[in-house]
């Protein structure tokens, strides 16, 4: 089946610095990706569909300066979290759909992402 | 914004059980599926059912669709130790679109 690989599973860092998470499809082409957040012990909130070759588009309240999205090629989308802040602290995941296939969605293992 | 929501919150069992979790949601969709996670990992896709379907099996699993009341529910039969996770449906309106997640179901199961 579809794979989606997530680096890193986990970073540490301090407040002010950014943060770059990479997901890749591994054996598939996925035009698209989709970023989720979740807060421990709560479901996965949408931050973004990110869109080969053009700009993501973001959901209601999501700030789009500071979770940049990049998806320049067929196998990888990235989120960088810019100037992170200790409320930044969450569980990043990401996934893609193998349109090939009759499957639902492939997620990513995620990342952990402290803010100190 | 969320549009699924399970019930129970949280369920608790004995292996060689039956689980039944059950999952509502709002606006129209194209298909519902249900995923797993295990603490602090990725979501792992369980099944996916379409609007146009009543039910589906997949191993230990069924999943049911009653579009008219937009209601799901999965069933996990002869339940193990293992399959102690939480559990979410989520709705797609289409077939690459994104998803809305449940708040999931935390499913204990004990030996």
């Known amino acids: 089946g579809a794979v989606v690989s997530q680096h890193p599973s986990r970073v540490i860092c301090k407040s002010g610095t950014s943060v770059k998470i990479e997901c890749r499809s591994l054996d598939f082409q996925a035009t698209t990706m989709f970023w989720y957040r979740q807060f421990p012990k709560q479901s996965l909130m949408l931050m973004a569909t990110?869109?080969?070759?053009?700009?993501?588009?973001?959901e209601q309240g999501v700030e789009k300066d500071k979770f940049l999205i990049n998806h320049a090629s067929l196998t990888l989308s990235t989120l960088t979290v810019t100037s992170a802040h200790p409320e930044d602290s969450s569980f990043y995941i990401c996934?893609?759909?193998?349109?090939?296939?009759?499957?639902?969605?492939?997620f990513g293992s995620g990342t952990r992402l402290t803010v100190v | 914004s969320q549009q699924g929501e399970e019930d129970p919150q949280a369920l608790s069992i004995q292996e060689g059980e039956n689980a039944t979790m059950n999952c509502s949601y709002k606006t129209s969709i194209n298909n519902l599926q249900w995923y797993r996670q295990n603490s602090g990992r990725g979501l792992v896709h369980l099944i996916l059912i379409r609007s146009n379907e009543r039910e589906k099996h997949s191993g230990r699993l069924r999943v049911t669709l009653d579009t008219s009341k937009k209601s799901s529910s999965l069933l996990i039969t002869a339940s193990r130790a293992a399959d102690t996770a939480s559990y979410f449906c989520?709705?797609?309106?289409?077939?690459?679109?994104?998803?809305?997640f449940g708040k999931g179901i935390t499913l204990s199961v004990r030996p």
């Open positions: 996934s893609a759909r193998d349109l090939a296939g009759n499957y639902g969605y492939t």
């Open positions: 989520a709705t797609g309106t289409g077939a690459n679109s994104k998803l809305t």
């Open positions: 990110s869109n080969e070759g053009s700009k993501a588009t973001y």
